[in-house]
């Protein structure tokens, strides 16, 4: 049983590699595979619209299916940097890892299959991931959509989210105003100095 979460991204990586039944698969999580199915099976629907009603239930159906089997790992891969500090260390590793991993699959599965709009939905998948990643680290970093001894039921994690995207929306609003604020102030020291 593993101690403590990894606080590096050195050492997040190594536990995945090295450890992956403790990292990913006692850490499957549920919550990633339910969530990201249904919205990436959407995306991928809407995507392969203007090829038609087939191709878009082909690509909804093997976006579903793809997400259901492998999301939950991925989900557990992001609760593995969650811990890392500095924070912004965890979030870029997440979001080039999980990315890296996660769509060169979904690009060969939707290759193979036959996805009508295979650009377009790949690039609309890869955004997706990006601030979805970002997201999700924020939200496990506030105690939500986590699985394991601090999870708690989805219910909870859905009942706090409208708060949750609210704080991580409004983020970068706040910490530009800080800067704003910061400089405001060095430019009148440097002011008063001269």
């Given at each position: 049983?593993?101690?403590?979460?990894?606080?590096?991204?050195?050492?997040?990586?190594?536990?995945?590699?090295?450890?992956?039944?403790?990292?990913?698969?006692?850490?499957?999580?549920?919550?990633?595979a339910i969530l990201s199915s249904i919205s990436r099976a959407t995306l991928f629907g809407l995507t392969n619209l203007s090829a038609g009603p087939d191709a878009a239930i082909a690509a909804t159906t093997t976006e579903l299916c793809f997400r259901l089997a492998t999301s939950g790992f991925y989900g557990a891969m992001?609760?593995?940097?969650?811990?890392?500090?500095?924070?912004?260390?965890?979030?870029v590793a997440a979001i080039v890892v999980l990315p890296l991993v996660a769509h060169s699959l979904e690009l060969v599965v939707h290759w193979w299959r036959g996805t009508a709009v295979l650009g377009p939905s790949?690039?609309?998948?890869?955004?997706?991931?990006?601030?979805?990643?970002?997201?999700?680290?924020?939200?496990?970093?506030?105690?939500?959509?986590?699985?394991?001894?601090?999870?708690?039921?989805?219910?909870?994690?859905?009942?706090?989210m409208p708060r949750l995207i609210l704080l991580f929306v409004t983020i970068p609003m706040r910490r530009s105003s800080r800067g704003v604020a910061l400089q405001t102030r060095a430019r009148g020291v440097v002011e008063a100095l001269e």
């Open positions: 049983m593993r101690e403590a979460e990894p606080v590096s991204v050195g050492a997040a990586l190594r536990w995945i590699v090295f450890h992956p039944w403790d990292a990913l698969g006692k850490r499957w999580n549920y919550k990633a992001t609760q593995a940097f969650r811990r890392v500090e500095p924070a912004r260390a965890g979030a790949m690039l609309a998948s890869v955004l997706f991931t990006t601030i979805s990643t970002a997201f999700n680290l924020f939200a496990m970093r506030h105690g939500a959509l986590m699985v394991g001894r601090e999870g708690r039921s989805l219910l909870s994690d859905l009942a706090v």
